[in-house]
Protein backbone atom coordinates (compact mmCIF):
# COMPACT_ATOMS: atom_id res chain seq x y z
CA UNK A 1 0.00 0.00 0.00
CA UNK A 2 1.49 3.34 -0.79
CA UNK A 3 0.14 6.61 0.87
CA UNK A 4 1.07 10.33 0.62
CA UNK A 5 0.46 11.69 4.02
CA UNK A 6 0.76 14.87 5.70
CA UNK A 7 0.52 15.46 9.56
CA UNK A 8 0.75 19.57 9.83
CA UNK A 9 -2.83 19.75 11.54
CA UNK A 10 -2.57 16.82 14.00
CA UNK A 11 -4.06 17.77 17.64
CA UNK A 12 -6.06 15.80 19.52
CA UNK A 13 -6.13 12.88 22.16
CA UNK A 14 -5.39 9.30 20.72
CA UNK A 15 -5.97 5.95 23.03
CA UNK A 16 -2.85 3.49 24.00
CA UNK A 17 -2.54 0.40 22.24
CA UNK A 18 -2.32 -2.58 23.99
CA UNK A 19 1.26 -2.99 24.18
CA UNK A 20 2.45 -6.17 22.52
CA UNK A 21 5.20 -6.89 24.82
CA UNK A 22 2.54 -7.60 27.31
CA UNK A 23 0.25 -9.73 25.69
CA UNK A 24 3.15 -11.96 23.75
CA UNK A 25 4.11 -12.66 27.84
CA UNK A 26 0.86 -13.08 29.28
CA UNK A 27 -1.22 -15.04 26.54
CA UNK A 28 2.39 -17.72 26.88
CA UNK A 29 1.74 -17.67 30.52
CA UNK A 30 -1.98 -18.02 30.34
CA UNK A 31 -1.36 -21.08 27.31
CA UNK A 32 1.03 -22.85 30.00
CA UNK A 33 -1.53 -22.53 32.68
CA UNK A 34 -3.35 -25.74 34.19
CA UNK A 35 -6.56 -23.75 34.14
CA UNK A 36 -8.32 -21.09 31.67
CA UNK A 37 -7.39 -17.53 31.97
CA UNK A 38 -9.12 -14.24 30.59
CA UNK A 39 -6.25 -11.66 29.27
CA UNK A 40 -7.81 -8.47 28.28
CA UNK A 41 -6.45 -6.80 25.33
CA UNK A 42 -7.73 -4.08 23.74
CA UNK A 43 -6.07 -3.79 20.06
CA UNK A 44 -4.78 -6.80 18.34
CA UNK A 45 -1.52 -6.65 15.95
CA UNK A 46 0.37 -8.99 13.31
CA UNK A 47 2.71 -10.08 16.00
CA UNK A 48 0.24 -10.95 18.85
CA UNK A 49 -1.47 -12.68 16.43
CA UNK A 50 1.29 -15.07 15.77
CA UNK A 51 1.92 -15.60 19.19
CA UNK A 52 -2.04 -16.57 19.25
CA UNK A 53 -2.01 -19.08 16.45
CA UNK A 54 1.31 -20.04 17.72
CA UNK A 55 0.03 -20.77 21.24
CA UNK A 56 -3.59 -22.49 19.72
CA UNK A 57 -1.61 -25.10 17.59
CA UNK A 58 1.01 -26.18 20.63
CA UNK A 59 -0.69 -25.67 24.06
CA UNK A 60 -3.81 -24.04 24.24
CA UNK A 61 -7.68 -23.28 22.80
CA UNK A 62 -7.35 -19.07 22.50
CA UNK A 63 -10.33 -17.29 21.21
CA UNK A 64 -10.71 -13.50 21.22
CA UNK A 65 -13.79 -11.71 21.27
CA UNK A 66 -15.04 -8.00 22.77
CA UNK A 67 -11.17 -7.23 23.37
CA UNK A 68 -10.27 -9.97 25.17
CA UNK A 69 -8.79 -13.49 24.80
CA UNK A 70 -9.74 -16.64 26.59
CA UNK A 71 -6.97 -19.06 26.32
CA UNK A 72 -7.61 -22.90 27.94
CA UNK A 73 -4.85 -25.05 28.14
CA UNK A 74 -5.17 -28.86 26.50
CA UNK A 75 -2.94 -31.52 26.51
CA UNK A 76 -3.24 -32.77 22.74
CA UNK A 77 0.11 -34.11 22.02
CA UNK A 78 0.58 -35.91 18.29
CA UNK A 79 3.73 -38.13 17.64
CA UNK A 80 4.11 -35.84 14.46
CA UNK A 81 5.58 -32.70 14.39
CA UNK A 82 3.34 -29.66 14.74
CA UNK A 83 3.38 -26.95 11.72
CA UNK A 84 3.15 -23.39 12.84
CA UNK A 85 4.04 -19.81 11.82
CA UNK A 86 6.05 -17.19 13.12
CA UNK A 87 5.12 -14.82 10.86
CA UNK A 88 7.80 -12.06 11.17
CA UNK A 89 7.55 -11.71 14.56
CA UNK A 90 11.26 -12.46 16.19
CA UNK A 91 9.59 -12.20 20.06
CA UNK A 92 7.14 -15.06 18.69
CA UNK A 93 9.75 -17.05 17.79
CA UNK A 94 12.64 -16.68 20.42
CA UNK A 95 10.16 -17.02 23.63
CA UNK A 96 8.74 -19.81 21.86
CA UNK A 97 11.60 -22.18 20.98
CA UNK A 98 12.52 -22.89 24.26
CA UNK A 99 9.06 -23.31 25.43
CA UNK A 100 8.35 -25.70 22.87
CA UNK A 101 11.60 -27.63 23.87
CA UNK A 102 10.60 -27.64 27.71
CA UNK A 103 7.33 -29.70 26.42
CA UNK A 104 8.95 -32.02 24.03
CA UNK A 105 6.75 -30.63 21.04
CA UNK A 106 8.60 -31.10 18.02
CA UNK A 107 7.58 -28.82 15.58
CA UNK A 108 8.51 -27.22 12.13
CA UNK A 109 8.15 -23.08 12.48
CA UNK A 110 7.89 -21.30 8.99
CA UNK A 111 9.41 -17.67 9.31
CA UNK A 112 8.85 -14.89 7.27
CA UNK A 113 10.60 -11.11 6.13
CA UNK A 114 14.13 -10.92 7.80
CA UNK A 115 12.97 -13.09 10.43
CA UNK A 116 15.21 -16.05 8.71
CA UNK A 117 18.33 -14.14 8.82
CA UNK A 118 18.11 -12.64 12.57
CA UNK A 119 20.08 -14.77 15.01
CA UNK A 120 19.35 -17.43 17.00
CA UNK A 121 22.93 -17.73 18.61
CA UNK A 122 23.87 -18.29 21.38
CA UNK A 123 20.24 -19.66 22.20
CA UNK A 124 20.18 -22.19 19.96
CA UNK A 125 23.57 -23.85 20.97
CA UNK A 126 22.33 -23.89 24.45
CA UNK A 127 19.48 -25.82 23.57
CA UNK A 128 21.29 -28.48 21.58
CA UNK A 129 23.58 -28.61 24.30
CA UNK A 130 20.88 -29.52 26.86
CA UNK A 131 18.75 -32.47 24.77
CA UNK A 132 17.50 -30.63 21.79
CA UNK A 133 17.98 -30.82 17.94
CA UNK A 134 17.58 -27.39 16.24
CA UNK A 135 18.19 -26.79 13.12
CA UNK A 136 20.54 -24.48 10.78
CA UNK A 137 20.41 -21.18 11.62
CA UNK A 138 18.65 -19.16 8.23
CA UNK A 139 16.71 -22.54 7.96
CA UNK A 140 12.82 -22.49 6.74
CA UNK A 141 11.05 -23.55 8.25
CA UNK A 142 13.29 -23.94 11.10
CA UNK A 143 12.61 -28.09 12.78
CA UNK A 144 12.75 -27.85 16.63
CA UNK A 145 13.13 -32.30 17.70
CA UNK A 146 13.87 -33.25 21.64
CA UNK A 147 12.72 -32.21 25.22
CA UNK A 148 14.88 -29.61 27.12
CA UNK A 149 16.70 -31.05 30.22
CA UNK A 150 17.66 -28.89 33.17
CA UNK A 151 20.70 -27.22 33.60
CA UNK A 152 23.30 -24.61 33.66
CA UNK A 153 22.63 -21.79 30.99
CA UNK A 154 24.60 -18.81 29.91
CA UNK A 155 23.22 -16.39 27.51
CA UNK A 156 25.42 -12.99 26.75
CA UNK A 157 23.48 -9.96 27.71
CA UNK A 158 24.02 -7.52 24.67
CA UNK A 159 22.23 -10.13 21.57
CA UNK A 160 19.16 -9.87 22.59
CA UNK A 161 16.53 -10.19 25.52
CA UNK A 162 14.59 -12.58 24.15
CA UNK A 163 16.96 -15.22 24.31
CA UNK A 164 16.44 -14.73 28.40
CA UNK A 165 12.78 -14.36 28.63
CA UNK A 166 12.16 -17.45 26.32
CA UNK A 167 14.61 -19.82 29.10
CA UNK A 168 12.67 -17.98 31.69
CA UNK A 169 9.37 -19.05 30.34
CA UNK A 170 10.74 -22.54 30.06
CA UNK A 171 13.09 -23.40 32.56
CA UNK A 172 10.16 -23.90 35.45
CA UNK A 173 8.93 -26.25 33.40
CA UNK A 174 11.56 -28.14 33.42
CA UNK A 175 12.06 -31.25 36.11
CA UNK A 176 15.29 -29.97 37.77
CA UNK A 177 16.40 -26.86 38.85
CA UNK A 178 18.27 -24.63 36.42
CA UNK A 179 20.39 -21.67 36.59
CA UNK A 180 20.68 -18.87 33.95
CA UNK A 181 24.06 -16.74 33.72
CA UNK A 182 24.23 -13.57 32.16
CA UNK A 183 27.68 -12.54 30.85
CA UNK A 184 28.47 -8.93 30.00
CA UNK A 185 25.81 -6.18 30.15
CA UNK A 186 22.21 -6.99 29.90
CA UNK A 187 20.87 -4.42 27.32
CA UNK A 188 16.72 -4.03 27.21
CA UNK A 189 16.52 -5.24 30.81
CA UNK A 190 12.92 -3.77 31.10
CA UNK A 191 12.14 -6.80 28.92
CA UNK A 192 13.22 -9.41 31.09
CA UNK A 193 11.91 -7.67 34.11
CA UNK A 194 8.67 -7.12 32.17
CA UNK A 195 8.92 -11.15 31.76
CA UNK A 196 9.59 -11.59 35.33
CA UNK A 197 6.20 -9.63 36.01
CA UNK A 198 3.95 -11.62 34.29
CA UNK A 199 5.98 -15.47 35.93
CA UNK A 200 5.19 -14.06 38.73
CA UNK A 201 1.74 -12.97 38.19
CA UNK A 202 1.26 -16.77 37.25
CA UNK A 203 2.62 -18.23 40.22
CA UNK A 204 6.36 -18.87 38.68
CA UNK A 205 9.34 -18.23 41.08
CA UNK A 206 12.31 -17.15 39.77
CA UNK A 207 15.81 -16.12 42.09
CA UNK A 208 17.81 -13.33 40.59
CA UNK A 209 21.30 -14.04 41.33
CA UNK A 210 24.45 -11.85 41.14
CA UNK A 211 25.25 -13.28 37.76
CA UNK A 212 21.98 -14.02 36.55
CA UNK A 213 19.15 -16.13 37.53
CA UNK A 214 17.95 -19.61 39.87
CA UNK A 215 15.23 -21.64 38.38
CA UNK A 216 13.54 -24.20 40.69
CA UNK A 217 12.28 -26.84 37.92
CA UNK A 218 8.98 -29.06 38.29
CA UNK A 219 6.54 -25.53 38.43
CA UNK A 220 3.13 -25.07 37.64
CA UNK A 221 1.68 -22.14 35.76
CA UNK A 222 -1.36 -20.68 37.94
CA UNK A 223 -3.85 -18.95 35.81
CA UNK A 224 -4.87 -15.58 37.70
CA UNK A 225 -8.32 -15.95 36.62
CA UNK A 226 -8.18 -12.74 34.74
CA UNK A 227 -5.35 -10.40 33.77
CA UNK A 228 -5.02 -7.05 31.04
CA UNK A 229 -1.97 -6.23 29.01
CA UNK A 230 -1.62 -2.47 29.47
CA UNK A 231 -1.10 0.37 27.11
CA UNK A 232 2.04 0.61 24.78
CA UNK A 233 4.82 2.97 25.42
CA UNK A 234 6.61 1.82 22.24
CA UNK A 235 3.51 3.10 20.05
CA UNK A 236 2.77 6.07 21.98
CA UNK A 237 6.39 7.08 21.35
CA UNK A 238 5.17 7.93 17.66
CA UNK A 239 2.89 10.72 19.06
CA UNK A 240 4.88 11.18 21.72
CA UNK A 241 7.22 12.92 19.28
CA UNK A 242 4.70 14.39 17.50
CA UNK A 243 4.18 17.13 20.23
CA UNK A 244 7.42 17.06 20.58
CA UNK A 245 7.53 18.71 16.86
CA UNK A 246 4.71 20.76 18.05
CA UNK A 247 1.49 18.93 16.86
CA UNK A 248 -0.46 19.06 20.12
CA UNK A 249 -1.54 14.94 20.36
CA UNK A 250 -1.82 13.64 23.94
CA UNK A 251 -2.04 9.77 24.11
CA UNK A 252 -4.03 8.54 27.30
CA UNK A 253 -3.74 5.08 28.84
CA UNK A 254 -0.64 4.84 29.68
CA UNK A 255 1.42 3.65 32.84
CA UNK A 256 3.62 6.23 34.33
CA UNK A 257 5.27 3.25 36.66
CA UNK A 258 4.86 0.68 33.78
CA UNK A 259 8.09 -1.52 33.78
CA UNK A 260 7.95 -0.77 29.40
CA UNK A 261 11.84 0.59 28.81
CA UNK A 262 10.61 2.50 25.98
CA UNK A 263 8.46 5.26 28.41
CA UNK A 264 12.00 6.52 28.72
CA UNK A 265 10.80 8.39 25.02
CA UNK A 266 9.37 10.73 27.77
CA UNK A 267 12.96 11.67 29.52
CA UNK A 268 14.91 11.02 25.97
CA UNK A 269 12.63 14.31 24.31
CA UNK A 270 13.14 16.34 27.09
CA UNK A 271 16.69 16.09 27.33
CA UNK A 272 16.25 16.98 23.52
CA UNK A 273 14.54 19.98 24.50
CA UNK A 274 17.00 21.69 27.21
CA UNK A 275 20.45 20.77 25.68
CA UNK A 276 21.12 21.88 22.26
CA UNK A 277 23.87 18.65 21.70
CA UNK A 278 22.78 15.65 23.33
CA UNK A 279 23.74 12.08 23.48
CA UNK A 280 21.08 9.31 23.82
CA UNK A 281 22.18 5.78 24.69
CA UNK A 282 19.90 3.55 22.95
CA UNK A 283 21.02 0.31 24.45
CA UNK A 284 17.90 -0.50 26.72
CA UNK A 285 15.51 0.72 24.40
CA UNK A 286 16.60 -0.03 20.57
CA UNK A 287 12.91 0.46 19.26
CA UNK A 288 13.36 3.90 19.79
CA UNK A 289 15.36 4.86 17.34
CA UNK A 290 13.72 5.24 13.87
CA UNK A 291 11.00 7.72 16.03
CA UNK A 292 13.98 9.34 17.75
CA UNK A 293 16.01 10.28 14.44
CA UNK A 294 12.48 11.65 13.27
CA UNK A 295 12.76 13.88 16.70
CA UNK A 296 15.85 14.84 16.47
CA UNK A 297 15.33 16.40 12.71
CA UNK A 298 13.31 19.28 14.48
CA UNK A 299 15.55 20.36 16.72
CA UNK A 300 18.42 23.41 16.57
CA UNK A 301 21.33 21.35 17.77
CA UNK A 302 23.12 17.80 17.53
CA UNK A 303 21.95 14.62 18.43
CA UNK A 304 23.85 11.22 19.01
CA UNK A 305 22.35 8.28 19.16
CA UNK A 306 24.62 5.80 20.78
CA UNK A 307 24.96 1.90 21.55
CA UNK A 308 22.60 0.77 18.47
CA UNK A 309 24.65 -1.86 16.72
CA UNK A 310 21.67 -4.20 17.22
CA UNK A 311 19.23 -2.45 15.55
CA UNK A 312 20.79 -3.86 12.50
CA UNK A 313 19.44 -6.87 12.71
CA UNK A 314 15.68 -5.66 13.17
CA UNK A 315 12.66 -5.98 10.63
CA UNK A 316 15.15 -3.54 8.70
CA UNK A 317 19.01 -2.46 9.68
CA UNK A 318 17.50 0.34 11.04
CA UNK A 319 20.49 2.17 11.31
CA UNK A 320 20.52 2.14 7.69
CA UNK A 321 16.91 3.27 7.78
CA UNK A 322 17.16 5.86 9.67
CA UNK A 323 19.89 7.66 7.62
CA UNK A 324 17.96 7.42 4.62
CA UNK A 325 14.90 8.64 6.16
CA UNK A 326 16.44 11.51 7.31
CA UNK A 327 18.28 12.36 4.02
CA UNK A 328 14.92 12.06 2.21
CA UNK A 329 13.46 14.54 4.11
CA UNK A 330 16.50 17.03 3.78
CA UNK A 331 18.39 16.43 6.89
CA UNK A 332 21.99 15.85 7.69
CA UNK A 333 22.89 12.54 9.36
CA UNK A 334 26.52 10.60 10.07
CA UNK A 335 25.88 7.03 10.02
CA UNK A 336 28.21 5.36 12.53
CA UNK A 337 28.94 1.66 13.40
CA UNK A 338 26.56 1.30 16.19
CA UNK A 339 24.90 5.16 16.08
CA UNK A 340 23.89 8.08 14.62
CA UNK A 341 24.65 11.63 14.44
CA UNK A 342 22.15 14.14 13.66
CA UNK A 343 22.31 17.17 12.85
CA UNK A 344 18.92 19.29 13.00
CA UNK A 345 17.53 22.90 12.23
CA UNK A 346 18.27 22.46 8.79
CA UNK A 347 15.61 22.97 5.94
CA UNK A 348 13.22 19.67 5.44
CA UNK A 349 10.87 18.97 2.71
CA UNK A 350 9.11 16.28 1.98
CA UNK A 351 9.32 13.20 -0.07
CA UNK A 352 9.18 9.79 -1.09
CA UNK A 353 10.40 6.58 1.75
CA UNK A 354 10.37 2.94 1.48
CA UNK A 355 9.18 1.07 4.38
CA UNK A 356 11.10 -1.99 3.43
CA UNK A 357 8.35 -4.00 5.35
CA UNK A 358 9.35 -2.27 8.80
CA UNK A 359 6.77 -1.16 10.41
CA UNK A 360 8.35 1.51 12.40
CA UNK A 361 9.81 3.21 9.05
CA UNK A 362 6.48 3.60 7.78
CA UNK A 363 5.38 5.37 11.26
CA UNK A 364 8.28 7.12 11.47
CA UNK A 365 8.25 8.72 8.09
CA UNK A 366 4.56 9.82 8.48
CA UNK A 367 5.18 11.54 11.93
CA UNK A 368 8.31 12.97 9.91
CA UNK A 369 5.35 14.91 8.28
CA UNK A 370 4.38 17.14 10.93
CA UNK A 371 7.61 19.33 9.77
CA UNK A 372 8.39 18.08 6.61
CA UNK A 373 5.11 18.13 4.44
CA UNK A 374 3.69 15.74 2.37
CA UNK A 375 5.40 12.58 2.65
CA UNK A 376 4.80 9.44 0.41
CA UNK A 377 5.45 5.78 1.55
CA UNK A 378 5.71 2.92 -0.24
CA UNK A 379 4.85 -0.23 1.91
CA UNK A 380 2.48 2.03 4.48
CA UNK A 381 0.77 -1.52 5.24
CA UNK A 382 3.37 -2.48 7.78
CA UNK A 383 2.38 -0.68 10.35
CA UNK A 384 -0.09 -3.54 10.72
CA UNK A 385 2.68 -5.36 12.37
CA UNK A 386 2.44 -3.49 15.39
CA UNK A 387 -0.33 -0.85 15.23
CA UNK A 388 -3.11 -1.86 12.48
CA UNK A 389 -4.77 1.35 13.66
CA UNK A 390 -1.94 3.88 12.90
CA UNK A 391 -3.39 5.31 9.56
CA UNK A 392 -6.78 5.92 10.74
CA UNK A 393 -5.47 6.88 14.21
CA UNK A 394 -3.90 9.42 12.03
CA UNK A 395 -7.25 10.60 10.06
CA UNK A 396 -8.76 10.62 13.24
CA UNK A 397 -6.18 13.59 14.58
CA UNK A 398 -6.29 15.49 11.81
CA UNK A 399 -3.84 13.97 9.77
CA UNK A 400 -4.19 13.49 5.93
CA UNK A 401 -3.68 9.99 4.22
CA UNK A 402 -4.42 9.72 0.71
CA UNK A 403 -4.16 5.92 -0.61
CA UNK A 404 -2.33 6.12 -3.85
CA UNK A 405 -2.04 2.37 -4.30
CA UNK A 406 -3.90 -0.23 -2.50
CA UNK A 407 -2.36 -3.48 -4.05
CA UNK A 408 0.95 -3.65 -2.41
Given at each position: ?21 MAHRLLICAALAEEPTTVACSAL ?107 RFTIRGDVSSQFISGLLFALPLC ?234
Amino acid sequence: MTVTVNGKNLCGTVPAVTSKSMAHRLLICAALAEEPTTVACSALSEDIEATWHCLEAAFADISYDNGAFTVTPHKKKTDAPIQIDCGESGSTLRFLIPILCAGGVDADISLHGRLPDRPLSPLREELIRCGCTLSEQGSNPLSVRGKLRSGRFTIRGDVSSQFISGLLFALPLCDGDSTLTITGKLESASYVEMTLWALKAFGITVHCTDTGYSIPGGQAYRSPGRIAAEGDWSAAAFWKVCAFLGAPVEVTGLRMDSLQGDKAICDMLANMQREKNCKIDIADTPDLVLILSVAAMGTPGKTEICNAARVRLKESDRLATSAALIRTMGGTVEELADGLIIQGGGTLHGGTVDATGDHRIAMSAAIASVICGDVTIHGAQSASKSYPAFWKDFEMLGGTVNYIDTED
